[in-house]
């Protein structure tokens, strides 16, 4: 510090004009940062005000170049006024590392072991496995409840997999980018990442421990088997379900287990899922994914148990849905399972029974692949899970109820030797019964019924247009406010739920992965209506009541649905709303008050705003500190009778300009000045008309009309220029006024300040002039403080050519106002005198532009 103090003030000892041209670039510096700043901030607002979803390393991102651009700022004011602000940067400092603490996540080491056999898994091994493996081997550990053997590959086996082939770094730049609402922005991305995973590498410690566990579970069976590879990030299958989000492998040998590995991992970067995860607001690196890895079962019959209504969570009512073969397509919400509904207390009892449209099954071929069939109209008649099996089912499934403590979702499976096995449980997602606001809303629906029918996917009103879809290929072309009608209820739709008021479906089911989605978004969900969905089409004016199963025709005034995901619940709005705090609010809105200073900066926002004024203030106060007339100053010669010299610090002369000693206007390329002088040339001002007072009383600048005239440096007037910047310190003799001003290309850094005070008149003459002063800046617009002769003005935030009309207009009242304060002696001259200025320069014309 004491070596930039001794450089600064021995800059401005002996080389002021270097002095002053470094001042300014660090002013006009401060100004693009400050500039900046307020974009960042007005972002950052945006994202959140307005429930933009972006992933939180946009917010990381934002927040570094804030971070970046405030320490700038701060360099450009210490450097202007260096040993001035000095603790400055400490209240930056303590803010910063606030912010750092909530956006900085806790780093994931590479942890041993790369894979865990399921029954060695502990309670505290949750951030090794993920929830879906973790929950598995607690019902198989805990419960002793029939799970299929298996392993699992481990989170710390996914951190050295992205380590090994430096991914995380990619993605996270990817992410920083990445708009969630544009379908061709999330397929891109998606398609670079999960290319860049299934093209890399698998480290060989790694890929000897996935092979070494295999062969375990191989030799336990005593033969070849067959393995699903599940997906088991962190957080899925827990209050956000990721329900149908990431790839499931079938049938997956020995030879194909690395490749099945990267093809689940992949999938935590698809569309879907990379469009759930952000929309729920949680961070890339919140769910590192495990790999669950279990033996596969040759399934009959599967399918989903709930143990309560998803629809009303107060019904004490249960519920199976299976169909023949594996499972896919009931959770893909391609076909109609058959349901059976079971009553809860006092024990698990069969109420009803509804045949499904079974039309189709998935089965494993000899050779490990799966293949989809058409299913005889024999077993489509026969319900495909049997009354003992399904009230064992449901015994197991109250089971696995206690162990959690709230409803669940449990996947099933029976195998041919008529053994149930349960593939997966995770909490069930269910809605309250309907509220009074919505009762009452559908009392008031007056229109017609197209129909009643289907089942209640996920509960609520909607009104809107109905828009068939009847490709994927359609996804981006859905309008927002739609009602989707779809044969069933495929996982991708995800990627259009912001656009949609409602959803209804020919096939499909309530114990689908889509209607798990449907109701964490609070979605209305009509699915498996039937053929009755022949009496609707496209373009169609509907209104929904999924809880009632009803289509009404027309539309019906509804109120605003609410997303589940609202503003402060999800991880990401309650980081940036803790960011916030620490950058937007603005304190310092005084500058006259005692805490216009650093220790009153709560916020970057008031640290910005503090460095701003203060950057202004030095700068006005360049030209009073210069004084004396600088190397490289040039003389302007023109009609006025004013010594004036200029200093040029930034393309404020032509370049003919450079070794001329005195100038004359047309080498000025400052639009600022022009537009003051020619103020000051105005025709209605009269430079040799001289005062009516008592010439005995004053001296030679009284005789001189009030100005300091060419005979000599002492009282000369000096301006620092620049193409868009002047900073004129003007002295009439026994006042003077400090003029500082930008005039460029971007409004909100323009600004002019105005200082003018003392004069050769008595008190009450000169207190005259700055009330005469004060009235006429304020009709221009300024915002102006008096007291006594001094008066302080200023305007700022405007664009560029009312700039130039008001330091026009300026000049015009430094002219006419020269010796004003030596011939006023009552208010009613003040009035007088005002309405002449106005009434001869008021709606004069502004400068034409002169670059």
């Avoid at 997602?429 to 289907?454: N, W």
């Avoid at 040039?634 to 001329?660: C, E, F, H, Q």
């Avoid at 600048?701 to 300091?708: F, T």
């Amino acid at each position: 510090m004491a070596l930039e103090l001794f450089k600064h003030w021995t800059t401005k000892l002996f080389s002021p004009g270097t002095f002053l041209r470094e001042n300014y670039a660090s002013f006009k510096e401060l100004l693009e940062y400050d500039r900046r700043c307020h974009e960042l901030i007005a972002e950052l607002e945006d994202i959140y005000y307005n429930e933009k979803k972006v992933d939180i390393k946009r917010i990381e991102r934002r927040y570094a170049e804030l971070s970046t651009a405030v320490a700038t700022i701060i360099k450009c004011l210490t450097h202007m006024a260096p040993a001035t602000y000095d603790n400055l940067r400490d209240y930056f400092q303590k803010i910063d590392a606030y912010v750092h603490y909530i956006l900085t996540p806790p780093k994931r080491e590479i942890s041993l072991p790369f894979t865990i056999q399921l029954t060695a898994i502990d309670i505290d091994d949750r951030q090794m496995t993920g929830d879906k493996a973790f929950n598995l081997a607690m019902l198989r550990n805990n419960l002793d409840l029939p799970v299929p053997d298996g392993f699992v590959i481990s989170i710390g086996a996914f951190q050295a997999f992205l380590e090994h082939n430096n991914l995380q770094v990619i993605i996270d730049e990817g992410l920083a980018r990445l708009d969630i609402t544009c379908p061709e922005s999330l397929q891109q991305f998606s398609d670079k990442i999960t290319g860049l995973i299934t093209d890399a590498t698998i480290p060989q410690a790694m890929s000897k421990s996935m092979t070494t566990s295999y062969t375990a579970l191989q030799k336990k069976h005593g033969k070849a088997v067959q393995v699903a590879m599940r997906s088991s990030a962190c957080l899925e299958d827990s209050e956000t379900s990721f329900a149908g989000q990431y790839e499931t492998e079938l049938h997956v040998g020995r030879a194909s287990l690395v490749a099945a590995y990267k093809r689940v991992v992949a999938s935590k970067y698809s569309p879907r899922a990379l469009y759930y995860r952000i929309n729920h607001g949680i961070s890339d690196l919140d769910t590192p994914m495990a790999v669950l890895v279990i033996v596969m079962v040759d399934a009959m019959a599967s399918g989903v148990i709930y143990t309560a209504n998803p629809a009303d969570a107060s019904a004490q009512i249960m519920s199976i849905h299976s169909l023949w073969g594996l499972g896919e397509l009931l959770v893909g919400g391609e076909i109609s399972p058959d349901t059976v509904v079971l009553g809860r207390e006092p024990s698990p009892h069969i109420i009803e029974r509804r045949l499904g449209d079974k039309f189709k099954e998935m089965t494993a071929e000899p050779h490990g692949a799966v293949h989809i069939s058409d299913v005889d109209e024999k077993r489509r008649q026969m319900m495909s899970l049997g009354d003992s099996e399904a009230l064992e089912l449901a015994r197991i499934a109250l089971e696995i109820e206690s162990l959690y403590g709230e409803p669940q979702d449990i996947e099933w499976c029976q195998g041919k030797d008529k053994a149930l096995s349960i593939l997966q449980a995770r909490p069930l997602k269910c809605e309250a019964a309907q509220s009074p606001q919505d009762l009452h809303t559908e009392l008031e629906i007056k229109v017609p019924i197209v129909f009643q029918g289907g089942e209640c996917a996920s509960s609520g009103l909607a009104s809107g247009r109905l828009f068939f879809l009847e490709n994927d290929q359609q996804l981006q072309d859905v309008p927002a406010g739609s009602i989707l009608v779809t044969q069933s209820t495929l996982p991708g739709y995800v990627k259009v739920m912001d656009r949609l008021e409602g959803i209804i479906t020919e096939r499909g089911s309530v114990a689908g992965h889509f209607a798990s989605v449907a109701r964490e978004f609070g979605l209305p969900a009509l699915v498996n209506v039937g053929r009755a969905i022949q009496q609707l089409h496209h373009g169609m004016e509907v209104t929904i009541s999924a809880h009632k199963k009803i289509i009404y025709q027309g539309l019906s005034s509804l109120p605003p649905r609410q997303n589940p995901a609202r503003k402060d619940t999800t991880p990401f709005q309650r980081k940036l709303h803790y960011l916030l705090g620490f950058v937007s609010p603005l304190t310092l809105i005084d500058t006259a008050a005692l805490n216009f200073c650093p220790e009153g900066c709560r916020s970057l926002h008031d640290i910005i705003r503090f460095c701003h004024e203060k950057g202004m203030q030095e700068m006005f106060a360049t030209g009073d500190r210069w004084g004396t007339r600088v190397h490289g100053a040039k003389k302007i010669i023109s009609a006025v009778p004013m010594t004036v010299y200029v200093l040029d610090v930034g393309k404020g002369l032509v370049d003919a300009a450079r070794n001329m000693e005195e100038i004359s206007l047309s080498e000025i390329h400052c639009l600022a000045m022009h537009a003051v002088w020619a103020g000051l040339c105005h025709p209605g001002i009269d430079w040799s008309k001289q005062s009516h007072f008592d010439w005995k009383s004053f001296d030679k600048v009284a005789l001189a009309g009030g100005i300091a005239g060419k005979g000599g440096d002492a009282f000369a007037s000096y301006a620092i220029i620049s193409h868009d910047y002047l900073n004129l310190n003007m002295r009439f003799g026994y006042h003077f006024t400090v003029l500082d001003t930008l005039c460029g290309s971007e409004a909100n850094d323009n600004y002019i300040i105005l200082r003018f005070a003392g004069g050769g008149g008595n008190f009450s003459g000169r207190a005259l002039r700055v009330e005469f002063l004060a009235k006429a800046l304020a009709r221009l617009g300024f915002s102006v403080e008096s007291k006594g002769d001094l008066i302080d003005a200023r305007l700022s935030h405007q664009d560029h050519d009312l700039i130039k009309d008001k330091l026009n207009m300026v000049g015009r009242l430094l002219g006419v106002t020269r010796l004003l304060d030596m011939t006023l002696s009552n208010e009613e001259m003040v009035e007088e005198y005002l309405a002449d200025f106005f009434a001869e320069n008021y709606d004069f014309a502004p400068q034409k532009n002169m670059s």
